[in-house]
T-cell receptor, first 112, second 113 residues
């Protein structure tokens, strides 16, 4: 699976959009970009995933560059409860590929 | 759905004792994963089951660790004997299939003194 690079920490003001970047320059054509987050003392929570096209759900939007070497997770109106570590993961799935490898992620702190 | 349920939430035990962690996956999910999280090593996959069958246990650190899934609605992770270095948060996760998003439980925080 692709190695991903994320900033270790970011700050965001409550009510503003939080834009979390991720570089995955070695991602292969059939690897999806997955985002999870982990709020303190809880298990990781799935947010969104995508392959080529931009994706949106009730939690966030995922913007993937055309060359697929990077992506941005957008939380449109961050709240204090969005303070968490956010993980960007390249994952192919299928066959013997089932192991999600979590890196260090980005600690997003939403400030009042 | 109640999500993935793990018990106990916290476990404190003495070195040498047997520890059993329990997990109830989401109904209908065919894949189950046990992860361990420490500050030093982050999240590590210990073992993966598909349709109740262990597929990959290469992440299990030692023979002291064992995992079972006797049916689709229950799994256990056992450590015998436990050691202080086993102290960590242990997460269970399930998914509809091996390439579907994982749903994690809230973990068991294990402290071995």
């Amino acid at each position: 699976d692709a190695k991903t690079t994320q900033p270790p920490s970011m700050d965001c003001a409550e009510g503003r959009a939080a834009n979390l970047p991720c570089n995955h320059s070695t991602i292969s054509g059939n690897e999806y970009v997955y985002w999870y987050r982990q709020i303190h003392s809880q298990g990781p929570q799935y947010i969104i995933h995508g392959l080529k096209n931009n994706e949106t759900n009730e939690m966030a939007s995922l913007i993937i560059t055309e060359d697929r070497k990077s992506s941005t997770l957008i939380l449109p109106h961050a709240t204090l409860r969005d303070t968490a570590v956010y993980y960007c993961i390249g994952f192919r799935g299928g066959g013997s590929n089932y192991k999600l490898t979590f890196g260090k992620g980005t600690l997003l702190t939403v400030n009042p | 759905d109640a999500g993935v349920i793990q018990s106990p939430r916290h476990e404190v035990t003495e070195m040498g004792q047997e520890v059993t962690l329990r997990c109830k996956p989401i109904s209908g999910h065919n894949s189950l994963f046990w992860y361990r999280q420490t500050m030093m090593r982050g999240l590590e996959l210990l073992i993966y089951f598909n349709n109740n069958v262990p597929i990959d246990d290469s992440g299990m650190p030692e023979d002291r660790f064992s995992a079972k899934m006797p049916n689709a609605s229950f799994s256990t992770l056992k450590i015998q004997p436990s050691e202080p270095r086993d102290s960590a948060v242990y997460f269970c996760a399930s998914s509809e299939s091996y390439h579907s998003p994982l749903h994690f439980g809230n973990g068991t925080r294990l402290t071995v003194t």
